[in-house]
């Protein structure tokens, strides 16, 4: 994975204008829905696609057009990278790339599937179908499974930020 580092602070530069603003779109719009949202409202529905649209539009990208750690082949989680990983945790020596650590895609991927879930069977209430096999639970089960990744991935980030002192939240906000 080939990146620019910024060696005045010892940040990686790398995430496209894509990533970063479906990344930061997408934390909104799901947080809209969680929060602030009637549930079942034309709103809520409106939300719901407008992030399914986006996710799709991330994964479209990381799969063609992205380069470096934006592609989605630049984080494929294995044995070999979580190894180096907790190597730099346990010596605080981080690596001068950017991208997803490989507990971070796995989030990321578990973060897409659970979105995903939401978008299924927010559509699938709606159905006859979905009326009756009790669809609604299935949605809420997807709902409350996306906000515990979503919890989980902003204590990594925040804490693996704080422990390797490397800015991962100002990665994502600028280039």
Not at 3 to 13: E, G, H, L, R, Y
Not at 74 to 95: D, M, W, Y
Not at 130 to 151: K, R
């Amino acid at each position: 994975m080939i990146t620019k580092v910024n060696a005045t602070d010892n940040t990686a530069i790398g995430w496209d204008w894509l990533v970063r603003t479906a990344h930061w779109s997408v934390a909104a719009l799901f947080l809209t829905n969680y929060f602030l949202t009637e549930k079942g409202s034309e709103n809520h529905e409106y939300v719901g696609w407008a992030l399914s649209g986006l996710v799709v539009t991330r994964l479209l990208w990381g799969l063609s057009l992205a380069t470096g750690p934006n592609r989605l082949s630049a984080f494929v989680p294995n044995l070999a990278s979580a190894k180096q990983h907790l190597t730099e945790l346990k010596t605080r020596q981080p690596e001068k790339d950017v991208g997803h650590n490989p507990f971070g895609a796995i989030a990321i991927y578990l973060l897409w599937i659970g979105l995903f879930s939401i978008v299924l069977t927010g559509w699938g209430m709606d159905t006859d179908w979905g009326f009756d096999n009790d669809v609604d639970q299935w949605h809420e089960l997807a709902v409350d499974f996306t906000f515990a990744v979503v919890c989980l991935h902003v204590s990594a980030v925040v804490s693996v930020s704080l422990w390797l002192r490397k800015n991962l939240i100002r990665a994502m906000i600028v280039p």
